[in-house]
């Protein structure tokens, strides 16, 4: 019996979509880069959850404290002082946020940090995948999966799995949305005029995460130089930055001004050497990869400044991937210059904490980004060299990944065994370093913690 005219033309088109999405002469490199993709995140998972330590220590205790000061209040303008009140020189709202969402229906065991944080790298990982597979062939998608490979490593899973890191994913989630929301904004064919109030305001929240979070307004304003926005989204962008910077940095820093040592030849040195040390994480943290490294993140750092100055002296108009891409970039740039200038003229290591290299990270997905979107324009890229090559990369991200995923949970180990193993009366150095310089403040948080705890 013949089907009905409607239910055939649904099977021909079904069978259209999925003859456009995998093509016979991809199925196996398919099969591949999906096996490849599966394990990395496999690995990523494991990771998460291996290195999860929910036991507060160092700046959690602060935090704790510090909201519970603001839940025995219980006034409005108290917890509006206290979303803002400086850490250091950072204002973590969303950490405070966090902490006392975490005391009031996790338990103080630091849950809401993990899965938000979590959350947050997996919406990078998924604005960045989108934008690289917007109106591209199959081929495109498949390459493209290394992308999100990159963002979900295991230098991020640590960020996770260590709540105190969690201040990184939350503003650059925030910085990753404002990039990608401007770019539509400016290149698409009708302007938006919402797509712009969204970028601006998620520039506005990214310092709320961590103070790298106000590299989004120089980045925003290269963005519209480069994608000629025009004058009026220009001075929109600068003048809220002004204000936010303005506004964010007017608080009473620690009095150190007076004694800084001016900069010299050999503060400039130290400045390009940490540039160097910051771009080369994570591999900057093994003494025997020390110099390496650093050579390695200064020839990164040359390509990148390379990329720009060509791509803003191109005469060929910006897509939405090459605006991201250049957002990336600019944006591990400038936060690996706000590193080194605030430890140019210390005497102490040039060591880059591990934390850090979900910047670095980041930076480096706007290279590969970059070279992709090189490659779909070359005459090569229909043959199967291109799709051998990414799937050769996808492997050596699968090695990494499970290399630095060992590392990251033995150290994570440590951590935790150091920090659960802390009761009140001990007394140790490796507790005066992982859990509190002053012991007796822990043991204070932690009794008036469990105190407030048992109330609820």
């Not at 099977?11 to 002469?25: D, I, K, Q, V, Y």
């Not at 494991?46 to 510090?66: C, E, I, K, R, S």
């Not at 040359?302 to 720009?308: D, G, P, Y």
Request: with cysteine.
């Amino acid at each position: 019996m013949l089907a009905a005219p409607s239910s055939r033309l649904d099977r021909l088109r079904l069978s259209a979509f999925f003859r456009l999405r995998t093509p016979h002469r991809y199925g196996k490199p398919s099969l591949y880069m999906g096996s490849l993709f599966s394990v990395h995140v496999v690995i990523f998972a494991l990771v998460v959850w291996g290195t999860a330590v929910t036991t507060p220590y160092l700046d959690m205790l602060t935090w704790q404290h510090d909201a519970l000061d603001a839940l025995k209040a219980n006034n409005a303008k108290v917890w509006l002082s206290h979303l803002l009140h400086p850490h250091n020189e950072h204002r973590l709202a969303f950490v405070r946020v966090l902490t006392l969402l975490d005391l009031t229906f996790g338990g103080g065991r630091e849950t809401i940090f993990i899965m938000t944080t979590l959350l947050a790298v997996i919406v990078i990982a998924g604005l960045l995948w989108r934008v690289m597979t917007e109106q591209t062939r199959a081929k495109d998608r498949l390459l493209a999966l290394v992308i999100p490979m990159l963002i979900l490593s295991s230098t991020a899973a640590l960020d996770i799995g260590l709540p105190i890191n969690c201040v990184y994913p939350l503003s650059l989630v925030f910085s990753v949305a404002a990039i990608v929301l401007f770019a539509r904004a400016t290149i698409a064919l009708r302007k938006n005029p919402r797509l712009l109030m969204g970028a601006m305001l998620c520039a506005l929240l990214s310092p709320f995460g961590n103070m790298t979070g106000l590299v989004i307004w120089p980045v925003l304003t290269w963005l519209g130089w480069r994608a000629k926005a025009g004058l009026r989204v220009s001075l929109i962008t600068l003048s809220l930055g002004l204000v936010e910077a303005s506004l964010y940095l007017w608080h009473d820093l620690p009095a150190h001004a007076s004694g800084d040592t001016p900069y010299d030849l050999g503060s400039l040195v130290r400045l390009g050497a940490y540039a160097g040390v910051f771009l080369g994480l994570p591999f900057s943290r093994l003494a025997a990869l020390t110099l390496p490294a650093i050579g390695f993140g200064l020839c990164l750092g040359l390509v990148a400044s390379a990329i720009l100055v060509a791509d803003r002296l191109s005469k060929k108009p910006a897509t939405r991937a090459s605006l991201v891409s250049t957002g990336l970039i600019l944006t591990g740039l400038g936060v690996a210059m706000m590193a080194s200038l605030g430890r140019a003229n210390e005497s102490t290591e040039l060591i880059a904490p591990a934390r850090y290299s979900i910047y670095v990270v980041l930076f480096h997905t706007g290279l590969v980004m970059r070279a992709l979107l090189w490659l779909r324009t070359h005459p090569y890229h229909n043959r199967p060299l291109d799709l051998k090559t990414g799937m050769g990369f996808a492997m050596l991200l699968v090695l990494f990944q499970a290399v630095s995923g060992l590392a990251g949970l033995k150290a994570a180990h440590d951590l935790r065994d150091v920090v659960i193993s802390w009761q009140p009366g001990l007394q140790d150095a490796r507790y005066t370093k992982l859990v509190f310089p002053d012991l007796s403040y822990a043991e204070t948080v932690r009794r008036d913690v469990e105190a407030y705890l048992l109330t609820r």
